[in-house]
Structure formats: structure tokens, C-alpha cells
């Protein structure tokens, strides 16, 4: 996670005086398509420490590229089948695929350090179950057969199996993760509720309330600050 030098008050003031000019010079130029994306992905979301500012930077840059790129080309919104509003969802949907993205990922090298520490070089053998390791299995199959395809994630078999099969494994050997996360309910209500929502980023649908918004930035938030202690393991 990002480390800021000045304090929360301070980065907050100048990262909320910085939404507003891009918010006139958008609206200087008649962007009234680009300043709606802006408002839409930025409006109701909260910020008052280094853990919230951070989700709310990340939204802001994955939003402020997007609406840049449009300006490179305007072929998308010529898509078939596809309007201009369903564009626009999908421009708003992107600042919640970068979330996940850093979130998920970020959940994999947490267990991949634990496991290292804890159980040595082998410690996938130690902990995956006959339905992981058929799925690692399938992935690696279909990246010898495909070469042309670049792998998920290198030799980490993390980046084979799904976000149900990281709690399953924390939960497993439950107690060298306790120390970090201090309860395993932190683990079970937070990916409990994000997995749904995060099955639907991931293929590609929509959400059209801002409730569910909050859910994923919120519950981010919550392990920056729990985990973000921890990044030297």
C-alpha cells in the first residue's frame, strides 16, 4: 500500500481539491459524457485515512485512464449491440476490476509468504486439497498447449484456483494466519460477501448500486489495514 509523508488531512485536502479541477476542466470543455463517468465513479466515496485514500486514488486513476483512452479512439462506443450507457457501465465497472485485482492478488502473496515461513519450499504439497491440485493441473496443461497464451501468474499455483479456495486454504491451517488476521472471521465475512460481486466483475456484469461499490472498497479498506502492517513478512 501506497505510504504517504504528509498527514491524511493533508493528502485528503489536496487529493479532493484535485477531483474539482478535473471536474471543471471536464466541465470547461463541454466533456459532459467524461465528467458524468467522473462523477459516477467518484461520487459517495470516502476517504479519511491512508488505507481509504488509497482505494479512493486507485479509483480515481483507473477512471481519470479510462476516460483518457476514450479520447484516443471512439470506435467502443460504436460496439454492436451495445449502447451508450452500457459503455459508459463498463467504464465505471473498470475502477472496481482494479480493486479486485489488487486485492485478490495481494490475498495470494499473503498465503504464499505465510506458507513459505511456516512450512518451507513444499508447502503446496502440505496444503492443497485433490480439487486444488486438479485445478492447477488443468491451468498448466492448457498453458503447454497454448503457448501463445502468456501464464496467469507465473510458478505460483495460487493463480490457478479461485478466490473460495484462498480462504479455504487460510482456514485450513487457520492457526498461522490467526496471528495476522486475529480472528478467522475476518476472513470469512469479508470474502463471504465479496465473492458474489467478484464473480460478477470478473465476468464482466454489472452493478448498478453504489451499496455495492462501498461493499468492495470498504472491504479492501478493512485488509489493507489488518495485512498492511505485515508487507515486510
Known amino acids: 500500500m501506497e505510504e504517504f509523508y504528509d498527514s491524511p488531512d493533508v493528502i485528503c485536502r489536496h487529493f479532493s481539491n484535485w477531483i474539482d479541477s478535473v471536474k471543471q476542466i471536464l466541465a470547461s470543455a463541454d466533456m459532459n459524457d467524461e465528467l458524468n463517468s467522473w462523477n459516477k465513479a467518484l461520487n459517495g466515496t470516502i476517504y479519511s485515512d491512508d488505507g481509504s485514500l488509497w482505494v479512493a486514488m486507485s479509483i480515481a486513476k483507473a477512471t481519470l485512464i479510462g476516460i483518457l483512452n476514450k479520447l484516443e479512439t471512439t470506435e467502443i462506443f460504436n460496439m454492436p449491440y451495445l449502447n451508450h450507457e452500457d459503455v459508459l457501465s463498463a467504464d465505471r465497472m473498470s475502477s472496481l476490476y482494479v480493486i479486485l485485482h489488487c486485492y485478490e492478488n495481494s490475498v495470494r502473496c499473503f498465503i504464499e509468504k505465510i506458507f513459505s515461513k511456516e512450512l518451507g519450499d513444499n508447502w503446496w504439497e502440505q496444503v492443497a486439497n485433490t480439487d486444488m491440485l486438479k ?35 487460510i482456514k485450513k491451517k487457520e492457526e498461522l494466519f490467526l496471528p495476522y488476521i486475529g480472528d478467522i472471521s475476518f476472513i ?19 452493478l448498478p448500486s453504489e451499496d455495492d ?18 508487507k515486510n513478512l
Do not use: M, T
Open 213 to 230: 461499490f462501498q461493499r468492495v472498497f470498504i472491504s479492501y479498506r478493512d485488509w489493507c489495514r489488518q495485512i498492511g502492517q505485515y
Open 188 to 206: 470469512d465475512n469479508r470474502f463471504a460477501q465479496l465473492e458474489d460481486l467478484r464473480n460478477i466483475v470478473a465476468h464482466h456484469g454489472i
Open 135 to 169: 485445478k492447477v493441473e488443468r491451468v498448466k496443461n492448457k498453458e503447454i498447449k497454448n503457448k501463445w497464451v502468456y501464464p496467469r501468474g507465473g510458478s505460483s499455483p495460487l493463480y490457478c484456483i479461485d478466490w473460495g479456495d484462498l480462504a479455504k486454504l
